[in-house]
């Protein structure tokens, strides 16, 4: 492998290499990103780089199914437009997406109530039942018997305080509802703030689609409580309609969990570990709290 002096070289050379009428945009780095580095191209388009292990495969799903599904969503998502193939320069595959303009919603909270509609819509255009080669995921999506030892792992975050009571008994009314009769429909399956773009305190873009997988939707319900004001969740699933209560039971047992997981990652974050982000642990705070008391 080539060495570079930075990054910004590398992808740089990688435009140059597979995509050299883009190459001479303008690239600059955006904060943030998990398993990839983000960097914004032109105007109107991003490139995402794989960091982590998992990244790659994450990005040949995006690139596989995002653009089966992204022409009937009613919010921009970053659309892979052009594929970085494995070459002599980089190892893994790479992608060039639309540009999503906004603010994650870590950094710039949904404060609107009409935002409840309007994830309400996304997600019931994207909740269509899945074809059979949809990809599926251990973790998302699955009936939360599954997943108890995952629960019971990341409830230690939170242990001794007050709130644990009611994340553990919101969980375990949501392992006892009934589970999903339906056939497995798409999910986005990484609902969480930081995967949500904001503008003005308003939901206006969803992004990093590699986890999409398909299952129960009470996966991807969660995101009442996780990105939502206080109080919105009623209005949320009016707008959505057609959800029974054991779904709504269960997604409130998703948005525990989850919420759990920001909170132990922005702890990480507020005390320098690696992989850690700061501002999840307060946007997880919030959610959970939204979640026990089920508004």
């Known amino acids: 492998m080539e060495k570079f002096r930075s990054q910004q070289d590398l992808v740089r050379a990688l435009l140059q290499e597979q995509h050299p009428d ?28 794989p960091r ?12 596989k199914w995002l653009p089966v599904l992204a022409d009937r969503l009613p919010l921009p998502t970053p659309t892979p437009v052009r594929v970085g193939e494995p070459s002599a320069l980089f190892e893994h595959t790479w992608t060039i997406t639309r540009w999503v303009e906004g603010e994650p919603a870590d950094q710039a909270p949904i404060t609107c109530a009409d935002a409840a509609e309007t994830l309400a819509g996304f997600l019931k255009a994207l909740h269509q039942q ?10 998302r999506g699955v009936p939360l018997t599954r997943i108890l030892d995952e629960f019971n792992g990341s409830l230690g975050v939170i242990a001794g ?3 644990a009571d009611g994340a ?20 986005h399956g990484d609902l969480h703030p930081a995967n949500v773009i904001a503008q003005d305190g308003m939901l206006s873009g969803v992004i990093d689609f590699g986890l999409m997988c398909a299952g129960d939707p009470a996966t991807d319900l969660s995101a009442a409580w996780l990105l939502l004001p206080a109080g919105m969740a009623s209005r949320f699933f009016s707008a959505y309609e057609d959800v029974d209560e054991a779904t709504i039971t269960r997604a409130r047992g998703w948005a525990v969990l989850r919420a759990l997981h920001l909170i132990r990652i922005g702890r990480n974050g507020r005390l320098g570990l690696p992989g850690g982000k700061p501002t999840w642990e307060p946007a997880g705070r919030a959610a959970l ?7």
């Open 168 to 187: 553990r008994e919101t969980w375990e009314r949501a392992v006892a509802a009934p589970g999903w009769q339906g056939a497995p429909t798409w999910l």
């Open 52 to 63: 982590t292990e998992r990244a790659p495969a994450l990005l040949r799903t995006e690139q």
């Open 289 to 295: 709290e939204r979640a026990v008391a089920g508004n």
């Open 130 to 139: 899945a074809p059979a080669q949809a990809p599926a995921n251990p973790t």
């Open 22 to 49: 883009l190459a001479d945009l303008e690239l600059r780095d955006v904060a943030g990103g998990w398993d990839n580095t983000l960097w914004r191209l032109g105007p109107e388009l991003g490139v995402r780089l």
């Open 161 to 163: 305080e007050a709130s």
